[in-house]
């Protein structure tokens, strides 16, 4: 209440530049928790500040948030403020698919979403975000609208559909999602690398391999990525080569990589820093 307060005397400008700096904080430092100002702030005026707001919840896993998440998904004026509701609301589904959430509150969850992503009025960016969100329930009907999306003509549809075949842990996908790492498209060979990482199958490797010499950078680290998330011993080869490399970005993923592949290798395994 006294935040609040103190917050409705301040400009707009100091808004924005103190929930960035809160949003930063709570990156940062896990032992402060500005929670409840986040949720207060969902209500605010600006636009804005709610979206903030939102993307400073990204952590919290407090089943009370998703009825004010799907509320915001479905009611917020703005655009961008309904997107990064359904954004936020794809924690909530991977929770629901992993048992962490009542039967109920899953249902809720997929309806919500699968209505946005029906939805025609709504804008593109927040069909494709309800669509990567609800991506983990992987009923008929969401792997409907990722075929939907991924015969698309527009590219942030198309890769949205490529980050919800990773997300919905579904093998069959791995067909399309390979063939797009050979795609002209930086931004789907990225999303595409990203999902394969995401589905750890080991079918990917040739395909992840041959983008560790792609034009892209950001397509190379997405590849790195990847192979981490699948390991095994030839990603463990590749990844050993990349840690020596010149360019610092792409050793230091490297070596973050190889951190996973040996943990995935022996889960019991720690290493021991003096």
Not at 40 to 64: H, P, Q, V, Y
Not at 130 to 144: I, K, M, R, S, Y
Not at 196 to 203: N, Q, S, V
């Amino acid at each position: 209440e006294e935040f609040l307060k103190a917050w409705r005397a301040m400009s707009v400008k100091r808004r924005h530049g103190l929930l960035g700096q809160l949003v930063e904080l709570a990156d940062e430092n896990v032992e402060v928790d500005f929670r409840a100002i986040f949720i207060s702030l969902m209500k605010d005026e600006d636009a804005d500040i709610r979206e903030r707001a939102i993307t400073g919840l990204w952590e919290c896993e407090n089943r009370s948030l998703i009825s004010a998440l799907m509320e915001a998904a479905c009611c917020d004026p703005s655009e961008k403020v309904r997107a990064a509701a359904a954004i936020a609301l794809g924690k909530f589904a991977l929770m629901a698919e992993d048992g962490k959430l009542s039967p109920a509150d899953g249902e809720r969850i997929r309806e919500t979403l699968l209505g946005l992503v029906k939805k025609d009025s709504e804008p593109v960016e927040v069909r494709r975000r309800a669509l990567e969100a609800v991506a983990p329930f992987n009923t008929v009907a969401v792997q409907g609208y990722i075929r939907w999306a991924y015969g698309a003509t527009d590219i942030n549809l198309r890769s949205s559909a490529l980050y919800a075949m990773g997300r919905t842990g579904d093998l069959r996908w791995l067909p399309q999602l390979t063939m797009e790492l050979q795609g002209p498209s930086p931004a789907l060979r990225y999303e595409a690398a990203s999902a394969c990482g995401d589905l750890g199958d080991e079918a990917a490797l040739p395909g992840l391999l041959q983008l560790l010499e792609d034009d892209d950078h950001q397509v190379q680290l997405a590849a790195v990525r990847a192979l981490g998330e699948i390991g095994g011993l030839q990603a463990s080869r590749a990844l050993k080569r990349l840690a020596h490399s010149d360019e610092g970005i792409l050793r230091e993923a490297a070596e973050s990589a190889l951190e996973s592949v040996e943990a995935s290798d022996d889960p019991l395994a720690f290493r021991y820093q003096s």
